[in-house]
């Protein structure tokens, strides 16, 4: 369906199959409950560049602006049963957001945001949007090799999810093409109804001591990740901004005209990026260990570096992530892991905000 608008004035019920099929396998005795251990993991990571988390809540109003290229949060919660032979299966919930922008693309949107002028220059406007939240069953097996004490995890989840957006925008203050998928039209306000989706993952965890000082663990998520979406909405569209009007403040609004269209795709495919987190830890003593932590989500590498020491009760940990400007602090012990990080502590001002708890009985 084609269409052609003008915008309004801009300032510059369930199936329940995995479910079922977790329950049976829970009665099989390798995995009963009686023979299993319940364990539940949670880990989460959210970057601002440009605003603290409270104004991206807020629609960006704020004065303190700093210049960045990207917002994203990635959550992981499961909560189930592993057995003593390495099997395990779980509940899982996932919830990932990702946006990635020119400076100029968040300066524009800051300043439209703050009644500030857009109409002084042309911005240069670039924007990639991907987003799914979905819930579902895994399944992973531990492996071990007894000569080199190596183990490593391998894990395959089937989630459902109908929260959907993925898409760009490209072009400038005067002329813009926008092609996305989505499950609620924000840009134009279309009606539709919800797409399903299913959502298909596999990952892998390591953990492997190579000499008597040097520890390397890790994990991949999405090694192969992929949802496959049926009647998904989808606008491609072009937005021409050749009229402008000043009011009496003089404040210039801009009057776009939008055309394209607007049509339901009955399969689309939408492939999800691996994600990696790599520790690598050196024994300076018997209690003391220097760490070298990487990750690499939403297309960029992070690093960091930190400082272990043990107690009679446990580990503790501290690490620093520059890009993130995130201070991280962990405590572990053998049934259960914390972690809380953050570039502040006025929770109105966190750019970046880390939290891990990990719970095995």
Do not use: C
């Not at 809540?57 to 290229?69: A, P």
């Not at 403040?249 to 495919?269: D, K, Y």
């Not at 960091?304 to 501290?318: C, D």
């Not at 966190?350 to 990990?358: A, E, H, K, T, Y």
């Amino acid at each position: 369906m084609s269409f052609s608008r003008h915008l309004p004035k801009q300032r510059k019920g369930r199936r329940r199959g995995p479910f079922v099929i977790g329950a049976l396998l829970l009665l099989h005795s390798p995995l009963s409950p009686a023979a299993a251990r319940p364990f539940l993991q949670l880990d989460s990571l959210t970057w601002s560049g440009p605003v603290s988390l409270h104004a991206a809540l807020n629609k960006w109003q704020t004065n303190d602006f700093h210049s960045g290229k990207r917002q994203f949060t990635t959550q992981w919660l499961e909560a189930g049963l592993r057995h003593d032979n390495g099997w395990g299966i779980s509940l899982l919930y996932r919830y990932d957001y990702s946006l990635r922008f020119t400076p100029d693309t968040a300066l524009y949107y800051h300043r439209s945001q703050n009644g500030a002028d857009i109409a002084d220059r042309q911005y240069d406007l670039r924007l990639a949007v991907s987003h799914f939240a979905a819930t579902g069953l895994r399944i992973e097996k531990r492996l071990h090799h007894a000569g080199t004490g190596a183990t490593l995890n391998l894990g395959v989840s089937y989630l459902r999810t109908g929260d959907l957006l993925d898409g760009e925008i490209r072009g400038d203050t005067r002329r813009a093409t926008i092609d996305y998928h989505y499950a609620e039209d924000k840009l134009f306000g279309r009606k539709v109804a919800a797409p399903e989706g299913r959502l298909l993952s596999l990952d892998a965890a390591f953990s492997w001591q190579p000499s008597e000082r040097l520890h390397l663990e890790g994990r991949i998520r999405d090694l192969y990740g992929l949802i496959i979406w049926r009647q998904a909405p989808r606008t491609i569209a072009t937005a021409d901004a050749q009229r402008s009007n000043t009011d009496a403040a003089g404040i210039t609004s801009l009057e776009p005209l939008v055309s394209g269209q607007e049509l339901t795709e009955a399969r689309w495919r939408q492939t999800l990026a691996p994600r990696l987190f790599l520790s690598t830890k050196y024994d300076f003593g018997k209690r003391t260990s220097l760490a070298l932590l990487t990750r690499h989500l939403d297309n960029a590498t992070y690093w960091a570096g930190g400082i272990t020491w043990a107690s009679r009760g446990g580990k503790s940990e501290i690490d620093y992530w520059p890009a993130l400007r995130m201070t991280a602090v962990t405590y572990a012990t053998q049934r259960w892991k914390f972690r809380l990080g953050a570039d502040s502590l006025d929770d109105r001002r966190f750019r970046s905000l880390s939290l891990g708890i990990s719970l095995q009985y």
